[in-house]
């Protein structure tokens, strides 16, 4: 794996900048398609936002500032064109987000990309069922594994903050989990 230091300046300079960006798609394409994926819950959608995620980040190289890790930077962008994405298509359709969460979850098992058993339905649902930003926090904590510090970043939003919406999540999957299998 490259170090993040000397990818950094090779997609600074010109003349080096193509093939450290197609090698950076190499290195975070899949976490951050499965980040995406939880949030927008369709593979198509998925692949869609990854696509908008990527030019994104191409056209603002310039802008990183390196005041974070370079991963972290990337993970705000495709968290909040993931975010973008929903609030937009939600707009059109004029309908409420928890609907459109609903209704993905729903047609979850026929996706032909979703391999889960019925535990995983029932925990994709309960994920579902939650608040946006409590998604995002367990989304990245749970099933990413990512250190708080990093989500504070990622979010903008103070650690304390961030545990205090991961406890409540992880309450009201156990007390949805329970639910649905009693």
Do not use: C
């Amino acid at each position: 794996m490259t170090d993040e230091t000397v990818l950094i300046e090779q997609l600074i300079n010109v003349q080096t900048r193509e093939k450290a960006f197609r090698e950076l798609i190499s290195l975070y394409k899949e976490r951050l398609y499965w980040h995406v994926r939880k949030i927008v819950i369709s593979h198509d959608d998925a692949d869609d936002v990854l696509q908008n995620t990527f030019i994104k980040i191409y056209k603002n190289l310039g802008k990183f500032k390196q005041e974070s890790k370079l991963f972290s930077w990337m993970y705000r962008i495709a968290t909040n064109e993931a975010i973008t994405f929903i609030n937009k298509r939600n707009k059109e359709r004029k309908v409420d987000i928890s609907e459109v969460q609903e209704h993905l979850v729903s047609t979850l098992e026929s996706d032909i990309h979703f391999s889960g058993e019925e535990i995983q339905k029932i925990l994709q649902e309960a994920v579902a069922s939650l608040p946006q930003k409590q998604q995002l926090v367990f989304n990245m904590k749970y099933f990413d594994n990512i250190k708080y510090t990093q989500i504070s970043e990622i979010l903008g939003t103070s650690v304390g903050a961030l545990k205090a919406s991961y406890f409540h999540a992880v309450k009201k999957i156990e007390s949805y989990i329970k639910k649905q299998l009693n």
